[in-house]
């Protein structure tokens, strides 16, 4: 009878393991990962410039990973795939803990958590909810994107923590058992396909769908139209590709270094770690609210607003060196929500200008985009300080670029509307 009752509701359950997936994959080794960055620049031989190449060993190998995830998934289920992925992430922060200052051993660890980035990051995620959900796409791809704000939440202090009471290694251990539990948890919970259970796609509660049928034709769509694929000229999507690169350097890049930032300005770890955690927490509540709110209001408006927030912080993320608590809380506040479109904006692009037919194509070709942008930003900003003195350097490069994919971005969305009304003036 439970059983009965849970499967009749798989849908959220499959929810629940794409937010787990996203917790360990992508916050663990990406989101969370900046509170550790001050610690490895201070290990012997390290410094700024080894300790930028670290992150980008993780962001070039899920690079590759993304390239080769079409045959990864061909070859193994997502339910495999994702637990194979979670492994690799629970290793590489085992190979963390056992690194001290050995250079090789940290980019070797590195390297693993790409892998798990990379093969079961939100590629793996969002062909889970395209299976899965026929109906509120943005609003689950929030609630599972989720995970890795939480992530971005829970770690930093506890990290910090464990860090001042034990040492580095005690830390890194506790995530790589952290990141077994949830990997088994997974895949004892999670199903590859609706038929595997012998269920269809999720189409709406059964109030919303009655609600759905009483709506007059022309309100249907509208409301169709919020998430129609746009058949795009092959000409516009290279523009995209640069906006999905630069999303990436400012979401990948920008994200891992808001830690070491705020150090070299003359915060505290202590403080640093509580500013990447409000950085975190504005980030999961932005997930949520982005997809509900694109789901609302369409992804344009959506898009739009947020761009917004994400190019104020990161211009008050420029005047850190002013040292004010304040403006610091203010400039996270603002960037944490902005960081909402690395991952829920993303996934919604690429379900909605997608080509028919190739919907898994594009989502992988937009996460490979956003993933090469965040190993150029995670390679540069280390030798960029050494060069200049200063991490602001970086985040004022990373405004300039932003600004370049908000119009890009939103001037799609717009010019396919116009091209849409003037194909059909009446509808």
Known sequence: ????????????????????????????????????????????GIGHSGGSIIVSVRTFVSLLAMLVVGRYYDLVDCRIGAFLATLSVSAGFALYSFAGSNFGMLCGASALTGLGYGFGGMIASTMLINRWFRANVATVAGVAAVGSGVAAIIIPNAAV??????????????????????????FALLRNDPRDMGLTPYEGSPKAVKREQEKSAQQLERVRKRHVNRDLSPRTMPLLFLAMIIIGCVSVGGGNYLAVLFTSEGFSAEHAATLVAVNGACLTVAKLVSGMAFDRFGTKRGSAVFFALYIAGTAVLCLSDMGNTGLAGLGVLMFGIGMSLGTVGISVWSIELAPHGKETRTIKNFQV??????????????????????????????????????VIVIGVYTATDKRANAENPDA
């Open 369 to 406: 985009c956003y993933a090469l942008g965040g190993f150029i930003f995670t390679f540069l900003p280390g030798f960029l300080t050494e060069a200049f003195g200063t991490y602001l350097v970086s985040y004022a490069a990373l405004l300039a670029m932003l600004v370049v994919a908000a």
């Open 161 to 186: 923590a464990l860090i001042s009471a034990f040492d580095l290694q005690t830390a890194f251990k506790a995530e790589a058992a952290l990141a077994l539990v949830i990997g088994v948890t997974v």
């Open 1 to 44: 009878m439970l059983f009965a009752k849970i499967k009749q509701h798989y849908e959220a359950v499959v929810a629940v393991c794409c937010f787990l997936i996203l917790f360990t994959n992508v916050g663990l080794p990406s989101t969370s990962f900046s509170v550790y960055q001050p610690y490895l620049v201070d290990l012997p």
